[in-house]
């Protein structure tokens, strides 16, 4: 997903209007319409104003939308909007749940494993 991409769909999740965001980055409309059709190059500068705007951190931009496994540590409060949360968790979530899927397979074969040797012990008894 281009970064162009990204933005427009975070501002169109956070429900800000094109306007919304080109005041809080101090330029037109039309200098903000032209940075989410990817017409214009945009400075790290700017893409940092356009994060802090999100209020989100500069890297969570870039990986919005991105299928990258990734450790989110701290506290989820951090992430301000629910909608861009849950977007940038989905991967995180499905790598959990095969974890989790895991470690219940394995604990099924140890509860198996406890029960035969349940059973040896009393037939030795």
């Known amino acids: 997903m281009k970064v162009s991409e990204k933005i427009r769909s975070i501002r169109q999740l956070k429900t800000f209007s094109q306007e919304d965001m080109a005041e809080k980055l101090g330029v037109s409309k039309n200098t903000y319409a032209k940075i ?3 017409e214009t190059d945009v400075q790290l500068s700017r893409l940092e104003q356009i994060a802090e705007a999100f209020e ?3 890297t969570e931009l870039l990986m919005f939308g ?3 496994i990734t450790c989110v ?5 951090q ?3 629910n909608n861009v949360w849950q ?3 989905d991967a995180k979530a499905n ?3 095969e974890k989790l899927q895991i470690v219940v397979e394995q604990q099924t074969k140890e509860i198996d494993y406890l029960k035969e040797i ?3 012990m009393k037939n030795q008894a």
């Open 118 to 120: 349940i059973a040896l």
């Open 73 to 77: 540590m701290g506290n989820v409060n």
């Open 56 to 58: 989100m951190e500069f």
């Open 87 to 89: 977007n940038y968790s």
């Open 95 to 97: 790598m959990e749940l």
């Open 79 to 81: 992430f301000s909007d």
């Open 36 to 38: 989410e059709r990817g």
């Open 66 to 68: 991105e299928k990258a």
